[in-house]
């Protein structure tokens, strides 16, 4: 069976991230009320597994070794219905 998850992975809140420091600078002086902005990126995929735990158990280490990078980056993941 077929199961989609979308995964969520952006740099980690203690890393200095200075694309999002440059975009909210410039956000706020074009006076938007932001107070902080993150980058990030999100990947949909799709597994074929027997169950949906099977399958988050999968995404969850596709997520781990492949998408991020743990020394800099975070990710969550997020079943699609």
Do not use: C
């Not at 009320?33 to 949909?44: H, L």
């Not at 280490?61 to 993941?77: D, G, T």
Request: proline share 6%; glycine share 2%.
């Amino acid at each position: 069976m077929r199961y989609n998850f979308l995964v969520k992975v952006k740099i980690a809140p203690r890393i200095y991230d200075p694309q999002a420091v440059t975009i909210e600078k410039s956000l706020k002086k074009l006076s938007y009320p932001v107070i902080e902005v993150r980058m990030g990126k999100i990947f949909e995929i799709g597994i074929d597994a027997l169950s949906e735990e099977k399958a988050r158990l999968l995404a969850q280490e596709i997520a781990a070794k492949v998408l991020s990078n743990p020394v800099f980056e975070v990710y969550e993941l997020e079943p699609v219905k």
